[in-house]
């Protein structure tokens, strides 16, 4: 609103970039595209060439999403023209990944693993400046890659290789799909004990990021009712100085009415008495409300923090061993054909 109202029209592109990834953040793709194509037809019109290449990285990605694989490609295309013509090596990390992952949808798969290749050198030639999200999924597809050619020791290399990566940059979330794709990997190969090792890491990691997420739950939400409570105060408060100013504006009135009369002093006297004593009590009533407030406060956050330590201990009781069942279940099953008996029982004990 502030752009529009000032007419600062870069102003409001660069809030169509922001607003797109939100969007995209939250999965709402048609929306993303939609911020992304506006920010896009301003910079394209009025520049610079490097804001231009960035929109159309983003709405290039944003049609991925939408399966408009063609158009995606395109967009790419002009974002890694014109970041190889400013050198921006950063950006064109993001541009080679996403059309990896455009090849791997169309299942053009030579295509695709030559631009996860690109995007992978590129972050080796950076080093600590690397653009680190954007590599790290151009290994984990490129992985999956090898895998669906059957290129099992390439497969495997990489996957190593993510797994430093990831954990030397504390990528929890993509650690998971690695841990995964290893603990797949090594049932093929019929090696039981990777295979356990992997989805005992699994399981330790998915319990860590579990925790991790249930206490940032718990400090949102503190932060949450503290901010609600604060906000009653202080509307309890303004209330409180509303009705007082009230009251004393009333008692002026009495006051200068009764001396603009010339009503005798012991009457003005009594009316302020009476005046003041009702203020006292409307004062000690306050002050009553103004405890119970409190206390039901100290209520519901009592009550509100035994009810989220419920969920989280019964959500996580139950999560972790049903997991745990379901991934030996799953993994037996899929691989019922290719393990002895004996390595079942192993498995299971496992």
Do not use: C, W
């Not at 999403?65 to 950006?91: C, E, F, G, P, V």
């Not at 002026?252 to 009503?263: F, I, R």
């Not at 002093?265 to 203020?279: H, P, T, Y």
């Amino acid at each position: 609103h502030i752009f529009q109202e000032e007419g600062d029209s870069v102003g409001l592109a660069n809030y169509y970039i922001t607003n797109g990834n939100l969007y995209r953040i939250q999965k709402l793709y048609e929306k993303a595209a939609e911020y992304h194509a506006l920010s896009l037809k301003y910079f394209q019109r009025h520049g610079p060439d490097s804001r231009y290449a960035i929109t159309a990285l983003n709405y290039g990605e944003a049609l991925y999403y939408l399966d408009s694989l063609n158009k995606s490609i395109q967009m790419q295309r002009i974002a890694i023209r014109i970041n190889n013509k400013n050198n921006n090596m950063l950006a064109q990390t993001f541009s080679f990944k996403a059309m990896g992952l455009v090849y791997m949808k169309l299942e053009q798969y030579d295509s695709a693993e030559y631009y996860f290749n690109e995007a992978i050198d590129i972050s080796d030639k950076l080093g600590k400046n690397s653009q680190k999200e954007a590599t790290l999924v151009s290994m984990i597809q490129l992985a999956s890659l090898y895998g669906l050619k059957g290129r099992e020791k390439e497969q495997l290399a990489l996957l190593e290789e993510a797994e430093l990566f990831a954990d030397k940059f504390n990528r929890g979330k993509h650690l998971t799909t690695i841990y995964l794709q290893l603990l797949e990997l090594s049932l093929n190969r019929n090696n039981s004990k990777a295979a356990a090792r992997y989805l005992s890491k699994f399981q330790s990691l998915e319990d860590s990021l579990n925790n991790s997420t249930a206490k940032d739950r718990e400090a949102m939400l503190g932060t949450l009712y503290n901010t609600m409570k604060i906000g009653v105060e202080n509307q309890y408060l303004a209330d409180q100085q509303t009705y007082s100013a009230k009251v004393i504006y009333e008692q002026k009135v009495y006051l200068v009415v009764m001396a603009a009369l010339g009503v005798i002093s012991i009457i003005a006297m009594a009316f302020v008495i009476i005046n003041r004593n009702k203020l006292k009590k409307s004062v000690r009533i306050l002050n009553v409300q103004k405890e119970e407030i409190r206390r039901k406060s100290e209520e519901l956050k009592g009550l509100n923090d035994t009810k989220d330590k419920m969920f989280s201990i019964v959500s996580h009781d139950l999560r972790s061993p049903l997991l745990s069942l379901l991934g030996f279940a799953d993994m037996v099953s899929s691989h019922i054909n290719e393990i002895s008996k004996k390595e079942i029982v192993e498995i299971m004990n496992q």
